[in-house]
């Protein structure tokens, strides 16, 4: 067990040092980030008068949604269209082969790469274009959390969605250990959460009557209750209820991961060579 | 008691076909033809501990089939399959830390790290001790002389020196036994002169047993006492390499190659 952590910890410092070459990807994905959540934060500021002049009033108000959008734009390293590359590329051209020649549990081994290539994807990415938000101004930049409290509690919550996207990810990947299958499940399956967190519209912007299943669900925990926390839609006294979904859903998908994965690896073919 | 045994192992793949005929393409994306193909037919031998074995057969005989179910990488469909006294697939994660491949078309480095990240990584996989790791890693870099190189990215050497570089990151951990899975192929003549002299003198030293498959003979004809020919997924021939050369040499037959190619018309494979 201390042996796998110490070959997994090596395992992370080895990607996050590789992801970290790619500055330049980097850079130009800040830019990107900032363009877009700026003009998704102007588009909301026109949904917002006309909605009050009409007299709706959503879940949100329109500073909590924009400051919403930000974190958001932070953890979205966290969805991707596909599994990582690198997995992917080995799954397809049998390079899985040398992978199983290690003496490691390849679930766990698989996970701490997926992890590594997210955190430097966060830090590169998602925290500077943060930071960077704070200085836009006109109302549609990032804005401090809504008190101390709602802060701390938003860490750990960031930690726990790490931990769930990633099992997540990981169990479509053990899916996708099919070296003769395509990648259109595998497309579905990632778009699901992408919906389903929060990443396309903040989930209280939903209709009422779906609030409580929108909770619920695994994929809330990936970015909507982070971003509750830090907006202060939901009280730090409320945060052990996030934080348990995130944890549950987590733990479910690792052991469906994990279970899945080793069914797998019995029938695995490596093509070619 | 042998090191390695197998017995009767056999291995079936399943192939996709696309339906003749004009519509074939529209009807391939129907209803597929599935196809069984016999990978491997029964096979069996035994090597000892520090053989070093050759292990040839034309392209698609189930040499690369057979060093991935010993490595545990495949799970064979019926047989047996003893290493070191345990069955590879059922108990992979410690029958891989005993054992050390080499395929020579796929690389273990990392592609964008220096060699020397990717094998000290390695040292805490294999849960190698420093001072012993200090001391393997510099007895192989000396032996393939690379210290050179060891702050390059991989993606950056050649394909010779990335070559003893794979070696080395098979060796670290000083397996019991190595599978070689073509490590000559595309080598300049000066690497795989010195690869061999290498490997020649490894097995020597630390007695590891060597499994090699390959297509170049003169590898054969350098490293390997005993040579096993496979074809169409059954072991044709296991013994010495001049016993097949004596079978199958003639006057206008005195290349290796030559013979080996005759050896395999006369099998009809």
């Known amino acids: ?87 992917l590329t080995k799954i397809t051209n049998g390079n899985v082969a040398l992978e199983m020649c290690r003496p490691l549990d390849l679930y766990w081994h698989w996970f701490s790469r997926i992890t590594a290539g997210k955190v430097a994807g966060f830090l590169m990415r998602g925290v500077i274009c943060f930071l960077i938000a704070f200085l836009i101004p006109g109302g549609y930049g990032a804005r401090l959390p809504a008190s101390f409290s709602s802060f701390l509690v938003f860490l750990p919550s960031v930690f726990c969605a790490f931990l769930l996207g990633n099992a997540y990810e990981m169990l479509v990947t053990a899916i996708r250990t099919n070296t003769t299958w395509g990648d259109g499940p595998m497309h579905m399956m990632m778009l699901l959460p992408k919906v389903l967190s929060g990443s396309v519209l903040p989930l209280q912007l939903l209709p009422d009557f779906l609030q409580l299943v929108l909770l619920l669900q695994p994929f809330a925990g990936i970015i909507d209750i982070p971003a509750r926390l830090y907006i202060g ?41 | 008691m042998a090191q390695i045994l197998l017995d009767s192992i056999d291995k079936r793949f399943k192939v996709y076909e696309r339906p003749d005929g004009k519509w074939g393409l529209i009807k391939g994306a129907f209803m597929r033809k599935v196809r069984s193909v016999q990978a491997l037919d029964g096979i ?12 040839i057969g034309p392209n698609g005989a189930g040499k690369s089939t057979t060093v991935k179910i010993m490595s545990g990488i495949l799970t064979p469909d019926c047989g047996i399959c003893e290493i070191g006294g345990r069955v590879p697939w059922k108990d992979r994660v410690k029958h891989v830390s005993e054992i050390g491949v080499v395929f020579g078309q796929r690389s273990q480095l990392w592609w964008d790290v220096p060699v020397s990240d990717s094998f000290s990584l390695l040292k805490d996989i294999y849960d190698i001790p420093e001072t012993q790791y200090q001391e393997r890693l510099r007895e192989l870099t000396n032996a393939l002389n690379i210290a050179e190189f060891l702050k390059i990215p991989a993606r950056q050497l050649s394909l010779g020196q990335r070559m003893r570089c794979e070696i080395i990151a098979a060796l670290l951990h000083r397996p019991k036994i190595l599978f070689l899975d073509e490590p000559t192929i595309g080598l300049d003549a000066v690497s795989k002169l010195a690869l061999r002299a ?16 390959t297509h170049d003979m003169d590898d054969i004809e350098a490293l390997c006492s005993r040579v096993m020919v496979i074809g169409r997924g059954r072991l044709l021939y296991d013994g010495a390499l001049c016993g097949l050369k004596e079978r199958y040499a003639a006057k206008d037959r005195q290349n290796i190659d030559e013979i080996i190619a005759a050896m395999y018309e006369d099998m009809a494979l």
């Open chain 2, 44 to 55: 069996g031998f035994q090597i000892g501990e520090g053989e070093l074995v050759g292990y």
């Open chain 2, 198 to 213: 290498f490997l020649k003198e490894e097995n020597k030293r630390s007695g590891v047993t060597v499994l090699l498959t």
């Open chain 1, 233 to 273: 839609s939901m009280a730090p006294s409320e945060a052990w209820f996030g934080m348990s979904m995130q944890l549950f859903w987590s733990l479910t998908f690792i052991i469906l991961g994990k279970w899945v994965m080793s069914r797998r690896l019995k029938s695995i073919v490596a093509q070619g060579g």
């Open chain 1, 1 to 87: 067990m201390r042996k796998t952590v110490r070959a997994c910890l090596s395992l992370f410092r080895i990607s996050l040092a590789e992801n970290f070459q790619y500055r330049t990807s980097a850079l130009s994905g800040v830019v990107t980030n900032l363009v877009w959540c700026f003009i998704e934060a102007a588009a909301f500021g026109v949904f917002f008068k006309y909605a009050v002049n009409a007299g709706f009033s959503g879940g949100l108000t329109l500073a909590q949604t924009i400051s919403y959008l930000w974190v958001r734009e932070m953890l979205l390293m966290l969805l991707s269209y596909g599994i990582n590359d690198e997995l």
